[in-house]
């Protein structure tokens, strides 16, 4: 993206929104925790107790010693998993969230964004990042918890012990701090990296997978594995980048941690000589010293999956940014819709392109009539289903619907009066009745009805689960033609005045085609039917025929009128029966 990206400051807050509505589950987690850190300073008063007073003949039963340290770990054990369950009950509600508000800023983007986003880049932001980063964020969180409140604690007990030597103890955080930052910045600036060559990775095997047939077509394999070898290599060289310095962070806070205890163990040392402190009192001070340098090791590895979740949240927020459709309308549509359509002086050109789509095109499509647009490919017959279904505004000029301006219709109740069958079949890896009857109730009478109509019925029936049977990604598991048919038939399902059949029977066989056309002559005079076909027989019975050229009406009429006149329309009727 060419917009600055936000720090990681913002992205922190943006995560902790959607923390927010489980904060309770936060709070339980943080007091399970606090439990256990509570027992942590236990572990070296009972040393103290016992080097203290535990050598003495009259001293307390040994018995008590096991009991205590044992009871102490069975506390923390269940306070532990309070603390880890709780969190866990918290990051997975989060990461619910966060998926369908990802998914629902996709559906809701322009539909320009779909021409440069790779299917593959969204179902990682959508799917595995939120997973990924807050994973991370809450490893991070039951280190913080785990490790930074017994810290707190033990802390607080040496300062009771001995608060000269604690405090001195804390000389070697403004060096411990100076490095961790050193390498945060290049960890962020690694991290980032390695996760745009993990995109452009995910984004070659969405390429690999959906034009698979491109691809063996050209015989391109080799040339494919050596792409997909370079960004493979690309991404390993970041990844191993990003964890040589993570690799770092351990050892350098361990030698500064190092230098402080071999100072502190050393003055200590040299006070209980000058001052025959008792062995019980520098035993303690030891132990906690121990604990509270462990807990900091722990504590100065935090950076890592703070960074690298908080940059995979980045990019993964970035989805939030993407424009959304805009819809200017504030009305329904006058109900109910006859489905007369009028374009008038409409022009239309596409960003970068050097001419517009539509250039001052007219065109009347009366209710009820079956209208036929053709012409050759870049004639701008796609373009206007473009328009009517409200995915771009015209640049100039005015839609009609039943003479009442679509500009003020809300998108939705514009885009329910029309059911669509594509040149571009999609289907969804569901039954063939959830297909058919997409985002509808499903009635078994009408689903019967339509896959007749679709010459599908035969088909479905002689399958073991009829119409349970689940079609696979984009229909995978049916032919071209039988994709086409199923198609047709969620289009015939839907109750929609107006119906565009943009290409749809060109993958059909001659018999196939005749039965489809059969059946839409039976909505004929019920129906707005608009036809765009290469096929002219698909197109002759239609009541008016409009060969479009360069953005406009080139000539309109029926198709004996069109033959008659011997234009344009004549001459790709007769190359057709020439081929």
Known sequence: MSEPQPDLKTTARQVLRYVRPYRWGAVFTFLAYLGAAITEPLIPHLIKTVFGEGFQPDAFAIWWVPVVLIGLYIVRGIFGFLGSYLLSWTTW???????????????????????SLPAGNAVSKIVNDPHQFMTLLASASI??????????????YLLYLNWQLTLLSLVTLPLMAFVMKRINQRVQRIGALSYDAQMRLAAKVDDLVRAWRVVRSFDAAPHEQEQFARLSKDAQQQALKNSATNATIQPLSQLVAAI??????????????????????????????????????????????????????????SLFQLPAEPDTGQSGLKTPVKGELALKDIRLQYPGADKPALDGLSLHIPAGKTTALIGASGAGKSSVIHLLLGFAPPDAGHILLDGQDVAGVRKADLRRQFAVVSQDIVLFDSSIADNVAYAQ????????????????????????????????ANGSKLSGGQRQRLAIARALYKEAPIWVFDEATSALDTESE?????????????????????????VRAADAIHVLAQGRVLESGSHAELLARGGAYATMVQAQVGD
């Open 93 to 115: 509600h989060t990461v619910m969230d966060l998926r369908r508000a990802l998914a629902a800023a996709l559906l809701k983007a322009d539909a320009s964004v779909y021409t």
């Open 514 to 538: 005749r039965a489809v056309q059969q059946a839409l002559e039976q909505w004929q005079g019920k129906k707005t039917l608009i036809l765009i076909a290469h096929r002219l027989s698909t």
């Open 260 to 317: 402080g205890l071999s100072l502190i163990i050393t003055i200590a040392l040299y006070q209980a000589r000058q001052h025959n402190t008792g062995v019980g009192e520098f035993a303690a001070f030891i132990t906690g010293l121990l604990l509270l340098s462990s807990r900091l090791r722990h504590l100065s590895e935090l950076s890592q999956p703070i960074v690298n979740g908080l940059v995979i949240a980045r990019a993964c927020f």
């Open 441 to 472: 109730d499903k009635d078994p009478a009408r689903l019967e009805q339509v896959l007749r109509a679709a010459h599908l019925w035969d088909f479905v029936q002689s399958l073991p689960q009829g119409l349970d049977t689940i079609v696979g």
């Open 143 to 156: 280190t913080v918890l785990r490790d930074g409140l017994p810290t707190i604690a033990t802390l607080g």
